[in-house]
């Protein structure tokens, strides 16, 4: 018996959204729910959904983990040499969605992307756990492979080859920063009739606050 999808209802009345509550900087306000969702001991409170697409307008979209937010823009690490590496290599700019359903609340980014330096990478890429330090050597993320002996294998040979000593950070791997030209808050409210309110950059350091309809 398949389930009724159109009767699965949920009413999202926690709280609302004024343009009084939002800070100046929509990086910061980014941050300050960011922060509230650690706090709440919201699952994955990180996980972005990150849509890119080839410069044929192919579309992709995976979750990734948000490892950074200052001023600059968001930041997540991958592979150069993945799909979606590729995807930036051609078209650079990306939609990110970050959805707290605990809190009923979602933030939608949207921007140009640039790695990040060389030494964010490789400092990063320093605080992750050995074995993921490894496994970013054994995956050639995206490629086909021939089964998951394949993988193992690799990575038999990665350990080998590193022994004990440092595991640095692949050439192919590393840091890219979604710079925000739009960012837009959505909060659950009843009836569907959700806040929902966007900055738009008009220079380096001012933003437009606009809300929309729901």
């Given at each position: 018996?398949?389930p009724?999808?159109?009767?699965i209802?949920?009413?999202?009345a ?12 929509p ?7 960011l922060?509230?969702?650690i706090?709440?001991g ?7 959904t990150l849509a890119?697409a080839?410069s044929?307008g192919?579309p992709?979209?995976?979750v ?12 997540f690490?991958?592979n150069?040499e993945?799909?979606k590496?590729n995807?930036?290599a051609e ?7 970050l ?9 939608r ?8 330096t060389?030494?964010?990478s ?11 330090q490894?496994?970013?050597w054994?995956?050639?993320q995206s490629?086909v ?9 690799r990575?038999?040979a ?15 791997w590393g840091?890219?920063?979604v ?7 959505w ?5 569907r009739?959700h ?5 738009t950059?008009i220079?380096d350091q ?6 929309l309809?729901?």
């Amino acid at each position: 018996m398949h389930p009724d999808l159109t009767a699965i209802r949920t009413e999202y009345a926690r709280a609302g959204l004024d343009e009084s509550d939002l800070d100046p900087s929509p990086t910061r306000q980014i941050e300050r729910w960011l922060r509230e969702a650690i706090d709440a001991g919201h699952p994955e409170p990180t996980a972005m959904t990150l849509a890119t697409a080839t410069s044929g307008g192919e579309p992709s979209a995976r979750v990734v983990l948000l490892k950074g937010v200052d001023a600059r823009g968001l930041v997540f690490f991958t592979n150069y040499e993945s799909a979606k590496g590729n995807d930036l290599a051609e078209n650079p700019r990306a939609c990110a969605n970050l959805f707290w359903v605990l809190l009923e609340r979602q933030i939608r980014v949207n921007g140009a992307v640039v790695k990040v330096t060389r030494e964010e990478s490789e400092a990063y890429f320093r605080s992750r756990p050995r074995e993921s330090q490894l496994g970013a050597w054994a995956s050639e993320q995206s490629g086909v492979l021939e089964g998951r002996a394949a993988l193992e294998a690799r990575l038999a040979a990665v350990r080998e080859r590193f022994g004990d000593g440092e595991v640095v950070c692949p050439p192919h791997w590393g840091g890219f920063r979604v710079v925000p030209d739009r960012v837009e808050l959505w909060q659950g409210r009843p009836s569907r009739l959700h806040d929902r309110l966007r900055y738009t950059r008009i220079d380096d350091q001012r933003w437009r606050v606009e809300r929309l309809s729901p």
